[in-house]
């Protein structure tokens, strides 16, 4: 069988979790162990004992099914992630270990109910962006066998692009959680560095891995990511979201596009992105194209300068001591690391600032970057003869992400002539993780691809989930749209969501000797709907908005013509004694016009 999206598995247990039992039967003979996407395939017993967890739990009333966001949900994770009780081997048998520990991001999806059914093939390492440096096998491309899965997380990618896990985690330094989406047509959300802890983790390069997360929706990456991100004081790269990112893009979308793009010769992936470039400007977005000098500067650095001595100390004592032990391409990416001294390690973290400065500043006047997930594919047979030359082909636009601190989302995008994906990229600032899944929301519901290589479409209740980390705001008069205190909400990156009506309890003044002119809610038993607007404003930005409001102005809970309830903009009953009743004008921006035109 082909499981579900999230949403839909969760949905359909909720009511009778003990039917889980016969779901994980059915998965259980689904899975091949033949099947070389997967390293380790989890025993009945070891999928009994987690789903008896949530069991117990509900059953003795300690929680109920609702408790669990991830009721059930089966997925896989990268085999550089540790489970404990399955054995990580990093794509290196010599190097396999059973961790008793589960690596902090497992934990927090088996607290929230996910079920780890596997592990899952890789570039050996985490080095390489191909799926074929592993002694395992290489994995196939979902879409045509004789092409490249794209790795390094090759396994993950392929279980979620065939449907057999509703999620799957990778691990992304250089583009490993990105290519392979892009190659299987499955999102793949690269998180800001320090999110998504890595205690546990075998590392690449420590100051630059993150945990990925593939899935068919972008709705379904983001639920995932929100119940394993999070601060951990086991992990020292470990950060807490400053929760002052916009929830969405600005209305009118400007996205950067790198001024000259490199296919290396692919005609088919190019003309594939131009007809995606193309669907972006009929949904609006402006598109301006950059200087990209300094985004290539970065890439190379990763592995063509100091950096790739990180990855010499990361494999450590199997490199020095079982050198034959190691893919013979890995190997000699590792070696090369050697070559480098603490100074020149030094010079190159100096060039590194540099360059990311640059590029910050550059992508600060945008909504974010819009780049080809990879500029090119290649066959098996083509990727035998040329390793290392086009695994750097891959990572044209993706190596330089976490060296910037950028964050970062593949989605799928148009095909190529041959049926192949070819998926695109969106780059943004640390933290603006939240603004990209929106974005990828609305894209991947207008476009209403196949979802992986499922055959299925996108459910048709999918929709964009409220945004976390903010606070939603109605605005009623000079906070509105073109008005002159507008720019207290816009400076504080907070994003205009709707137009809206309160309930039909409210009633509207004009306030007397305000500047500029403001009017004043009240709730009244007889009132009528009065036309707000709805803003997301950043959580950690919200109490410096309020301190700058004025008496007799305030923010109280207001209940809008649907039912919700938002903050909002209410007034003290005082000030109204001498107030201008414009109730019947049905909102403040009537009423101006009205009185300005009179």
Request: with cysteine; hydrophobic share 40%; charged share 15%.
């Amino acid at each position: 069988m082909s499981v579900a999206t999230l949403s839909e598995w969760v949905a359909s247990y909720r009511q009778h979790p003990q039917q889980l039992v016969a779901a994980y039967q059915q998965l259980d003979a689904d899975l091949s162990r033949d099947d070389n996407a997967w390293i380790y395939i989890a025993t009945h017993d070891e999928i009994y004992a987690q789903l008896t967890t949530i069991f117990q739990a509900i059953n003795s009333g300690e929680k109920q099914a609702t408790d669990f966001p991830l009721l059930g949900v089966p997925f896989a994770a990268k085999d550089n992630i540790d489970v404990a009780g399955m054995p990580t081997s990093a794509a290196c048998p010599a190097f396999t270990y059973t961790p008793e520990k589960d690596a902090t991001v497992i934990a927090r999806l088996k607290a929230a109910g996910a079920i780890v059914v596997g592990k899952t093939n890789l570039d050996q390492f985490a080095t390489g962006l191909v799926g074929t440096r592993s002694p395992f096998g290489a994995v196939k491309n979902t879409f045509n066998p004789e092409y490249v899965s794209g790795g390094s997380s090759s396994g993950s990618a392929s279980v979620v692009a065939r449907g057999l896990v509703c999620f799957s985690l990778g691990t992304d330094t250089a583009g490993s959680g990105r290519v392979p989406a892009g190659f299987n047509n499955i999102v793949g959300l690269k998180p800001t560095k320090g999110w998504i802890s890595t205690t546990g983790v075998v590392p690449a390069c420590r100051l630059n891995d993150c945990v990925s997360v593939f899935a068919l929706t972008v709705e379904d990456a983001q639920t995932v990511a929100a119940v394993a991100g999070g601060y951990d004081p086991q992990d020292p790269y470990s950060r807490s979201n400053p929760q002052t990112a916009p929830a969405r893009f600005s209305e009118k979308l400007r996205f950067a596009i790198p001024d000259r793009l490199e296919f290396f010769g692919d005609t088919l992936s190019e003309n594939a992105f131009a007809k995606t470039l193309l669907r972006l400007q009929q949904q609006g977005a402006e598109l301006v194209p950059i200087d990209f000098t300094a985004f290539n500067q970065l890439a190379e650095q990763l592995y063509y300068g100091a950096w790739v001595a990180e990855r010499t100390v990361a494999v450590g004592e199997i490199f020095k001591n079982k050198p034959e032990a190691m893919d013979p391409t890995v190997r000699g990416i590792v070696a090369n690391g050697l070559n480098y001294t603490a100074c020149d390690a030094w010079q190159a973290e100096y060039t590194r600032a540099e360059l990311a400065q640059k590029i910050n500043a550059q992508l600060s006047e945008f909504d974010a970057l819009v780049v080809p997930t990879s500029p090119t594919i290649h066959t098996l047979a083509e990727m035998a003869q040329e390793p290392v030359r086009y695994n750097s082909q891959f990572g044209t636009y993706t190596n330089f992400t976490n060296l910037a601190d950028l964050c970062a989302l593949a989605l799928p995008g148009d095909f190529r002539a041959d049926g192949i994906p070819a998926g695109i990229t969106l780059i943004a600032p640390a933290w603006h993780d939240q603004a990209l899944s929106h974005f990828g929301n609305s894209w991947q519901q207008a476009l209403n691809l196949p979802l992986g290589a499922t055959g299925k479409t996108l459910p048709a209740s999918n929709a964009a989930k409220p945004s976390v980390n903010h606070v939603r705001v109605a605005v009623v008069g000079a906070h509105l749209r073109g008005m002159p205190l507008n720019h207290q909400l816009t400076t504080r990156n907070a994003v205009f969501i709707e137009e809206s009506f309160t309930a039909a309890n409210y009633r509207l003044y004009a306030l007397a000797n305000t500047q500029p002119p403001k009017p004043g809610l009240a709730r009244s038993s007889e009132g009528q709907p009065i036309a707000v607007e709805l803003w997301d404003i950043p959580l950690a930005r919200f109490g410096e908005f309020v301190a700058e409001i004025p008496a007799p102005l305030g923010i109280g809970t207001l209940t809008l013509e649907d039912g919700r309830n938002v903050k909002g903009f209410i007034c003290e009953p005082a000030a109204l004694s001498d107030a201008t009743d414009i109730t019947a004008w049905g909102g403040w921006k009537a009423w101006l016009a009205r009185h300005h035109s009179a």
